[in-house]
């Protein structure tokens, strides 16, 4: 029973973790996912090197999510201080009825 239990706590886990992959993938926004919830009896030896894949899927994706806000941080740094430039002139108006 223990190793049915793990087993749909990590396809749940993964089908998360291909809805998130997805969608950053296409750019789309990525949905929100509850938790999975863990049994709570000890994971199954022979459950070990699978729950470890999909740690390191999870911690694959929170380093790429990480690299990406660092980015847009920089990015808003290096507009902090920066004045929008004046419109650009558009000529006189001339008034040909006149």
Do not use: F, K, Y
């Not at 809805?19 to 990525?30: F, K, M, N, Q």
């Not at 790429?64 to 990015?75: M, N, S």
């Amino acid at each position: 029973m223990t190793s049915q239990a793990w087993n749909s706590a990590l396809d749940r886990i993964e089908a998360d973790l291909v809805t998130i992959e997805d969608a950053i993938e296409a750019g789309r926004p990525v949905p929100d996912c509850a938790p999975a919830e863990l049994p709570t009896l000890a994971l199954p030896e022979e459950l070990g090197s699978r729950a470890a894949a999909l740690l390191e899927r999870t911690r694959a994706l929170e380093a790429r999510a990480t690299e990406e806000i660092d980015g847009i941080r920089d990015c808003l740094r290096a507009l902090a201080g920066h004045r929008a430039p004046a419109p650009a002139p558009t000529g006189r108006i001339v008034d040909v009825g006149a």
